[in-house]
């Protein structure tokens, strides 16, 4: 919400525009309301070299569609040509002219820069170009009779003032209008606040214009009231000053008094010619699916059951409630007589339409906040006053119509407020009779007695409805800054859980590796996880911002992948990565079958290299799985991947990515690769590590080579060499792996060393050879031979 | 005899000072001072001489000789043994700057870094860490925090919604969490109070990526339920948290804003010791609507909540000046941090 600061002082002495120290107090001021002021800018200030100048004649120009020639009279006795691209100029009108040498606030300096060869001198301005608010839709017109050549500030009667922008959340529907600002305002910084008091009567004989609301859940109230004697013109400069300010162009004296009462009393209302007005009255209904209406800003729009019409008494559209009027229903320039509508619309409704045809406008963003129901009578008359400045005929009839449905909102809502619950909740020491003070300035009325108290809640509250929000209310004027700061006392104390601690953990052994955190998109493009050879199903999101994110990923494999990729394609090879994050497998429970997940890639590197990364990992965990090469994970190396066997359940993979799964991501390096379900990992707690006692007697190694088939696992070796060792062998490693000459096709030599010692004596030959015997025997199950 | 002992000795000295290895020490010393060495025979004729005179004086001669030549043996096998211990430490010399090869430890992404120092922060001031699904029921992510459907608020998070169905469920219910704060309510729904705890996570919203929006990105979430909790408790825990994590010099305030499930709802600032402010993130009173959606009664818990984004403190501490960078996975920035 843009407010003018010399238009919020009409309702109470908040601070002179030309007074910095007081323009801060302002702006703190209405932060503390939750008003967050994102800038306060002067402006008014006026810009030297640009005059009053009159069109005497526009002439369009073949070569170029979008401007006009237009050529000034600027007192000088001298006429000017000047390119211009606004179409709200006429000959006659009185504009602003920037000549030569001006240097316009943004920066620019006007030369005399030309289009097609024909130079302009000069150039017409907007209020955004002048720096008198947001209005960049055409040229700011001066009042008719204006001197030629006087500057244009002193014509407009401008004066410094500063404009603020402030946020207004969902909880402040009334701080779409000054008047509601002001309240709030004045009551937090102690001054006088004064409401506009119309002084208009209704005099004029009584006409109806009748009003049916069909769909009464939509629209609770739609009030249509005649004003007569009206004569459509421009309106005085002071009003347009303020519209522009509000980003407002100023159109005529009817349209920008409409605008000024929504600004001021946040009452959006609208004003129909009541001679064009078919069957002189109004029907209020949702639309039938389909239904066509041209609005306000050119566009026709198919309309459905979900989006209410303001028809005429013939059932004819004649705009979109609380949206925007229809293109056929503004006033024109020979209007004498108005139905003004007044109404108010359900928030919910107007949602629903804003969200469905993207028609947005500054009267659904008040009905979609929620404007005040009863604010409806004193805004007729303000409208009426304000258009009686330029219209000293004007009459206000009685007997208007004001038709209301059940679902009206009543006027005198009420809560009962516990001071102690105040209390519990911000901390405060108030007692009952200290809400009054607080509440009563900003319309909740405090009455009765006791530590209970009933507020009657203000009509253009609708955000508040419980006691608590009242309780906020009184936390801001009373002042958060006032709330005072303590720290909870608790019984419980901080701590990572051993799920947390063990992730770390996997983090702490995969860097200390030299493996590096990646963390690419989750959302997938459709068809990567079959590129990665995986299984395609997956959920999709919906509402994708592209489609190439519009996947869930199942595994990290594909993310990984493209960052190699695209690594690579940097000559940036050989990275080693690892992600721990969320998979989303589909389900057919009530969310999908959602884990945490680790994957490493080793880029440049074989198998043997995830192997001894998932080794280094497990021992940490202290966890144990069976490598099983008997089967193959889906899209990895045929004959260089095992899955992690950990009891029954699979708990991942280890290997190498196949090779046509890398040519599929272009990745030209070998790519190694370790998955892991990392809920499996870091849910198993595994038991402290238990003291076995260190023998002091002599230790001997034993070194044994056997030659076994390829097909069996040197793992099932190892297994059957610790049990023909029986209980002498401590410790046993395979330090040599040998294919070639002397050992038979197919096969290899596995060389293990063995230590063997006894907990209470000296080894003795004897010994060694049982051992040796115990070995050889096992191993010959397998059909390995020991090598001599 | 006298004569041939000092004659014996005299030339046995002479061989020891020309030693000029260890090997030669160790030779000479079986040749003079061993068990079968001159000396020792020398000490065997003693017998044939013909006095005990003779045989006192030139056994004293013997014995002073051998006492000689051991300590002639130590000194010098101990100045040859330094000359070689000089001579191989020497002969090792390496040029460590030749060794400076690009280090190899692993770099953690900065959202993690960001993430275990908030943990450790939110650790030390009492708190657990506590998790939850990333996809998440609309009435998880939505209505239990006071936002019923067609609630227009609901509009303000830029939900993407996925194509699961639950079972018996309707389409479109289910999401992807636009913040953490559904985590909060299911420690609420599964955890007797009181409550401290903190919910770190992955958060979604259909966002296009900018300089300082990501569609994906993350967030830490504080929820605090116990007996007597106010306001004051809240700007007092923001406080501390303040001080802990950027430093002493750092101060926090709270200002009026709103969201849904808390009331009164806060923005929190943090001001830096030279005076200008951040905007950090928001915070309330747990909502009584939200407390009883959680089956917790408003009259006896009260609570406050807090969040605030994860990334932007990670983009902030190391200068980076653009998000999208920071989810790239380019080498070069993986290994500046």
Redesign the interface.
């Given at each position: 919400m843009k407010i003018l600061l010399s238009w919020l002082n009409e309702y109470g002495d908040f601070g002179d525009p030309t007074d910095a120290v007081a323009v801060q107090r302002v702006a703190d001021a209405l932060?503390?309301?939750?008003l967050?002021v994102e800038s306060a800018d002067v402006i008014g200030e006026t810009v030297d070299g640009v005059v009053a100048a009159r069109i005497n004649r526009l002439e369009g120009h073949p070569d170029a569609a979008k401007v006009q020639r237009v050529y000034v009279d600027a007192g000088d006795g001298q006429e000017r040509h000047v390119w211009c691209g606004a179409d709200n100029i006429s000959e006659g009108d009185i504009v602003p002219l920037a000549t030569l040498g001006t240097q316009m606030p943004n920066g620019m300096k006007i030369e005399r820069r030309g289009i097609l060869g024909i130079d302009s001198e000069g150039m017409l301005c907007s209020a955004q170009e002048l720096g008198l608010g947001d209005d960049h839709s055409g040229i700011r017109l001066l009042p008719a009779g204006t001197q030629l050549g006087q500057p244009y500030g002193e014509a407009l009667g401008l004066s410094l003032d500063v404009l603020i922008d402030a946020d207004v959340?969902?909880?402040?529907p009334h701080c779409f209008g000054y008047v509601g600002i002001a309240r709030d305002l004045a009551a937090k910084m102690g001054v006088d606040f004064r409401p506009p008091i119309p002084a208009t009567v209704i005099t004029g004989d009584a006409r109806t214009t009748p009003v049916e609301i069909v769909d009464g859940d939509r629209c609770s109230r739609f009030a249509s009231t005649v004003i007569s004697g009206v004569e459509v013109k421009p309106s005085p400069e002071w009003m347009a000053n303020r519209l522009a300010a509000a980003g407002m162009r100023s159109i005529s004296n009817v349209v920008d008094v409409s605008n000024y009462v929504m600004l001021e009393l946040n009452q959006p209302n609208h004003a129909y010619d009541l001679d064009t007005l078919g069957g002189g009255g109004f029907r209020v209904r949702v639309a039938s699916d389909g239904e066509h209406l041209t609005t306000l800003d050119g566009q026709e729009r198919a309309f459905s059951s979900a989006d209410l019409l303001i028809c005429d008494g013939n059932d004819t559209p004649i705009g979109v409630g609380g949206v925007m009027g229809g293109l056929d229903s503004e006033i024109s320039s020979g209007t004498t007589t108005v139905a003004l509508e007044m109404a108010w619309f359900s928030?919910?409704g107007i949602?629903q339409t804003v969200?469905r045809t993207n028609l947005r406008s500054e009267a659904s963003t008040r009905f979609?906040?929620g404007v005040d129901p009863h604010g409806m009578p004193l805004a007729v008359l303000r409208f009426a006053e304000l258009l009686s400045e330029t219209c000293p005929d004007l009459v206000v009839h009685a007997g208007g119509a004001d038709a209301q449905s059940s679902d009206l909102m009543p006027a005198d809502r009420t809560v009962s407020v516990r001071v102690d619950?105040v209390n519990?909740?911000?901390?405060t020491t108030l007692v009952a009779d200290d809400l009054p003070a607080l509440l009563d300035p900003i319309g909740y009325t405090v009455s009765g007695a006791g530590e209970t108290r009933t507020v009657v809640l203000p009509t253009w509250r609708l955000d508040s409805t419980?006691e608590?929000?009242v309780?906020?209310e009184i936390?801001?004027h009373y002042g958060?800054?006032r709330?005072?700061?303590?720290?909870?006392k608790?019984?419980?104390?901080?701590?990572?859980?051993e799920r947390?601690q063990r992730r770390?953990l996997v983090?702490e052994v995969?860097?200390?590796?030299?493996?590096?955190?990646?963390?690419?998109?989750?959302?997938l493009a459709p068809g990567a996880l079959a590129k990665a050879g995986l299984p395609a199903q997956a959920?999709?999101?919906?509402?994708?911002?592209v489609t190439e994110?519009s996947v869930?990923r199942t595994s990290l494999r594909p993310g990984l992948l493209e960052?190699i990729a695209?690594?690579e394609s940097?000559r940036?090879a050989g990275?080693?990565?690892?992600e721990i994050?969320?998979v989303?497998p589909?389900?057919?429970?009530?969310?999908?079958a959602?884990y945490e997940a680790l994957t490493v890639v080793l880029a440049g590197r074989e198998a043997p290299a995830a192997v001894a990364v998932w080794r280094e990992l497990a021992a940490n965990l202290g966890f144990g799985a069976r490598v099983d090469q008997s089967k193959v994970p889906a899209g990895l190396h045929a004959t260089r991947s095992a899955t992690l066997q950990a009891g029954k359940a699979p708990l991942g993979a280890v290997g190498e990515v196949a090779p046509e799964v890398l040519a599929a991501f272009e990745v030209t390096e070998r790519v190694a690769i370790l998955e892991v379900n990392l809920d499996e990992l870091l849910d198993r707690n595994a038991k402290p590590a238990q003291w076995k006692q260190t023998s002091r007697q002599p230790s001997s190694d034993l070194d044994l080579a056997f030659t076994l088939s390829n097909n069996v696992p040197a793992e099932k070796l190892e297994k059957a060499v610790r049990q023909g060792a029986g209980k002498l062998l401590v410790d046993v490693s395979l330090f040599d792996v040998y294919r070639g000459t002397g050992v038979a096709e197919g096969h290899r030599s596995l060389g293990y060393r063995l230590r063997l010692q006894a907990g209470d004596r000296t080894l003795t030959d004897a010994d060694i050879a049982s051992v040796r015997r115990g070995v050889e025997a096992a191993a010959a199950k397998l059909g390995a031979e020991l090598r001599s | 005899m006298i004569t041939d002992i000092t004659a014996a000795k005299d030339a046995a000295l002479a061989h020891i000072v020309a030693a000029t290895t260890v090997d030669e020490i160790v030779a000479l010393a079986t040749r003079y001072a061993g068990k079968k060495g001159e000396f020792a025979n020398l000490k065997k004729q003693l017998g044939g001489l013909d006095t005990i005179d003779e045989k006192k004086a030139a056994g004293a001669a013997v014995n002073d000789a051998m006492i000689a030549i051991d300590a002639a043996l130590d000194e010098r096998r101990s100045v040859l043994k330094s000359a070689a211990l000089v001579a191989q430490v020497e002969g090792e010399r390496l040029d460590l700057t030749e060794f400076f090869a690009a280090p190899?430890?692993?770099?953690?992404?900065l959202?993690?870094q960001a993430w275990?120092r908030l943990?450790d922060v939110?650790?030390?001031?009492?708190?657990?860490?506590a998790?939850g699904?990333?996809?998440?029921?609309d009435w998880h992510n939505f209505e239990a925090l006071n936002m019923p459907i067609?609630h227009?608020?609901r509009?303000e998070w830029d939900t993407?919604?996925?194509?699961?169905v639950?079972?018996d469920?309707q389409p479109?219910t289910?999401v992807?969490r636009t913040h953490t704060s559904p985590v909060q309510i299911r420690t609420m729904l599964a955890e007797e109070p009181?409550i401290?705890i903190v919910a770190p996570g992955?958060v979604f919203r259909?966002?296009?990526p900018d300089a300082t929006h990501m569609?994906?990105f993350h967030q830490i979430e504080g929820l605090?339920i116990?007996r007597?909790?106010?306001?004051?408790?809240l700007?007092?825990?923001i406080?501390?948290f303040t001080k802990a994590y950027f430093g002493p010099g750092f101060n926090s305030?709270?200002?009026?804003?709103?969201f849904?499930f808390t009331?009164?709802?806060?923005?929190f600032d943090i001001q830096r010791p030279d005076g200008s402010w951040i905007e950090l993130g928001g915070s309330g009173?747990v909502?009584?609507n939200v407390l009883l959606a959680c089956n917790l009664d408003p009259?006896e818990w009260?609570g406050f909540a807090f969040g605030f984004g994860i990334d932007r403190m990670a983009k902030e501490r190391h200068g980076v000046g653009d998000l999208r960078d920071m989810?790239?996975?380019?080498?070069?920035f993986?290994?500046q941090f």
């Open positions: 932060t503390s309301l939750g967050e959340t969902r909880n402040l928030p919910i949602g969200t979609e906040r619950a519990r909740v911000l901390g419980a608590i929000d309780v906020e936390a801001k958060y800054d709330l005072g700061s303590s720290v909870p608790s019984v419980l104390h901080g701590g990572l859980t947390q770390r983090r995969l860097l200390g590796l030299g493996i590096s955190e990646a963390m690419p998109n989750p959302f959920i999709s999101i919906t509402n994708p911002l994110e869930l960052v695209y690594n940097h940036q990275m080693s990565l690892f994050g969320h989303y589909p389900s057919e429970s009530e969310l999908p959602e | 190899t430890r692993g770099h953690a992404h959202v993690t275990e943990e939110f650790v030390g001031l009492g708190f657990t860490v998790e699904p990333e996809i998440e029921t067609g227009p608020a509009g993407l919604f996925v194509d699961h639950p079972p469920g479109g289910t992807l009181p401290y992955r259909r966002d296009t569609p994906v605090v116990d007597n909790i106010t306001m004051a408790d700007a007092g825990t406080d501390a305030r709270l200002r009026p804003s709103y849904p009331e009164p709802s806060a923005e009173m909502h009584p009259d009260s989810y790239a996975d380019d080498k070069r993986v290994e």
